[in-house]
């Protein structure tokens, strides 16, 4: 749109009047987004959000109990809750945890297993850092988990 003298001075009005943005648009016959973007060239002063209106006297809401959790969490299992599966599906056991620690983020390589075991950010999150397969980015015992053939999943949906 080209911006005439009189264009900008109706737009001065129409924004000291205190009309929408929207409403500015539909009188002058442009898109909002095109009165958006003159009013910030001309250094308009800025609009209160429609979205966070204050009102005056309006009480405020008391905040949300929140439970008190206790000091010491209850320790998770870092891994996969088979016993809740059926036996037929069942992914096959698992090696216990391999000793090797890994400090989070891992060093990249090509050649360890990276399945996560615990919680990132927490104190004992590592990676499994097993011989990993040849093109899969897990060790045999955790790929047998990560993968699961497509049949399998059409069988546990019936």
């Given at each position: 749109?080209?911006w005439?003298?009189?264009?900008?001075?109706?737009?001065r009005?129409?924004?000291a009047?205190?009309?929408?943005?929207?409403?500015?648009?539909?009188?002058?016959?442009?898109?909002?987004?095109?009165?958006?973007?003159?009013a910030?060239?001309?250094?308009?002063?800025a609009?209160?959000?429609?979205?966070?209106?204050e009102t005056g006297?309006?009480?405020?809401?008391?905040?949300?109990?929140?439970?008190?959790?206790?000091a010491v969490?209850?320790?998770?299992?870092?891994l996969?809750?088979?016993?809740?599966?059926?036996?037929?599906?069942?992914?096959?056991?698992?090696?216990p945890?391999r000793?090797?620690?890994?400090?989070?983020p891992r060093?990249a390589?090509?050649r360890a297993?990276?399945?996560?075991?615990?919680?990132?950010?927490?104190?004992?999150?590592?990676?499994?850092?097993?011989d990993?397969?040849?093109?899969?980015?897990?060790?045999?015992?955790?790929?047998?988990?990560?993968?699961?053939k497509?049949?399998?999943?059409r069988e546990?949906?019936?």
């Amino acid at each position: 749109m080209d911006w005439s003298a009189e264009a900008i001075e109706r737009l001065r009005a129409l924004w000291a009047e205190g009309h929408s943005t929207a409403e500015i648009g539909r009188r002058m016959g442009i898109s909002k987004n095109a009165v958006v973007g003159k009013a910030h060239r001309l250094n308009l002063p800025a609009r209160p959000s429609p979205i966070r209106r204050e009102t005056g006297g309006a009480v405020a809401r008391p905040q949300a109990v929140r439970p008190v959790r206790a000091a010491v969490p209850a320790p998770r299992s870092t891994l996969p809750q088979v016993a809740q599966m059926p036996a037929a599906v069942a992914a096959p056991a698992m090696a216990p945890a391999r000793a090797v620690v890994r400090p989070f983020p891992r060093a990249a390589s090509a050649r360890a297993c990276c399945w996560p075991i615990g919680e990132p950010g927490q104190p004992g999150f590592r990676f499994c850092a097993g011989d990993a397969l040849s093109g899969k980015p897990y060790c045999p015992e955790h790929a047998a988990v990560a993968y699961v053939k497509a049949r399998d999943r059409r069988e546990d949906a019936a």
